[in-house]
């Protein structure tokens, strides 16, 4: 369970990092494919990262959707 979460987190973050932006090079895969709602782009994978972000002062280092917003 926790090498899913990881893979999840990790490739969420990798996903919406400015750097590796859009490079589907540098994303892992997994097979089979993981629900849709997992996605990075997902507002839920997205949220957690924002609020990750956000606590380390480094939200300008990541291209968020519209909808990522901290949680009140």
Do not use: Y
């Amino acid at each position: 369970m926790r090498l899913l979460l990881r893979f999840i987190f990790c490739r969420a973050v990798l996903s919406i990092f400015s750097p590796s932006f859009n490079k589907i090079e540098c994303l892992p895969e997994c097979m089979p494919c993981l629900p849709e709602v997992m996605s990075p782009m997902s507002s839920a994978c997205q949220e957690v990262i924002f609020e990750l972000a956000n606590l380390f002062g480094v939200t300008n280092r990541f291209v968020f959707s519209n909808g990522a917003v901290l949680p009140h």
